[in-house]
């Protein structure tokens, strides 16, 4: 079965990086784009970008261009999202989405991270 | 970037009840050469990541109850749950997939009344 698991919170300090993890399972990993989704507290889902696990190639949102980086390990069949220079708005729930079929909507989801910017 | 607008923010639903809940795109979603529209509707349930409940505005999910279905077409869409559950409790939100950034609505709150 399809599974992505996300790896642990992290709490880190304004102006600092963070990476986060997306080990999938039970499917071609380079067969399928995986997107990144946050959600701040109480908030709605904001998507960041997309990452083609092939190919490398990458998709960012404007809004985090020059901040967000995405890449993946075929090996491991990992994915990551570095985002830098973080901001206490950066605090929220982020997840990894796979793309059902290349075309931006997504059939399966991490269990989510939590990332804390706080001084 | 297009704009997703839901309605109402929260709604309150008495069980078996038919529970309405309306999507509006600031531009069309519609692609004209394949007559599609890039719409989908999630349903997230507390600390969990949401769930893809319907696709392409009106094609559910595999394993999504009947209960759930999709209408619209173009700016105006409708996610309706024809009798309503306890486990339909849920925030559900829509997402346009026609153009980057991908943007999501705000989301419905659904409780039982």
């Known amino acids: 079965q399809v599974q992505l698991v996300q790896s642990g919170a992290e709490v880190k300090k304004p102006g600092a990086s963070v990476k986060v993890s997306c080990k999938a399972s039970?499917?071609?990993?380079?067969?399928?784009?995986m997107h990144w989704v946050r959600q701040a507290p109480g908030q709605g889902l904001e998507w960041m970008g997309w990452?083609?696990?092939?190919?490398?190639?990458?998709v960012y949102a404007q809004k985090f261009q020059g901040r967000v980086t995405m890449t993946r390990d075929t090996s491991i069949s990992t994915a990551y999202m570095e985002l830098s220079r973080l901001r206490s708005d950066d605090s929220a729930v982020y997840y990894c989405a796979r793309d059902a079929d290349h075309l931006g909507y997504f059939d399966y989801w991490g269990q989510g991270t939590l990332v804390t910017a706080s001084s | 970037d297009i704009v997703m607008t839901q309605s109402p923010d929260s709604l309150a639903v008495s069980l078996g009840e038919r529970a309405t809940i309306n999507c509006k795109s600031s531009?069309?979603?519609?692609?004209?050469?394949?007559?599609?529209?890039?719409l989908s509707w999630y349903q997230q349930k507390p600390g969990q990541p949401p769930k893809l409940l319907i696709y392409?505005?009106?094609t559910r999910e595999s394993g999504v109850p009947d209960r759930f279905s999709g209408s619209g077409s173009g700016t105006d869409f409708t996610l309706t749950i024809s009798s309503l559950q306890a486990e339909d409790v849920a925030v559900y939100s829509c997402q346009q997939y026609y153009s980057t950034p991908y943007t999501f609505g705000q989301g419905t709150k659904l409780e039982i009344k």
């Open positions: 039970g499917y071609t990993f380079t067969g399928y784009y």
């Open positions: 990452i083609n696990p092939n190919s490398g190639g990458t």
């Open positions: 531009q069309s979603v519609l692609y004209s050469s394949n007559n599609k529209n890039y």
């Open positions: 392409w505005a009106s």
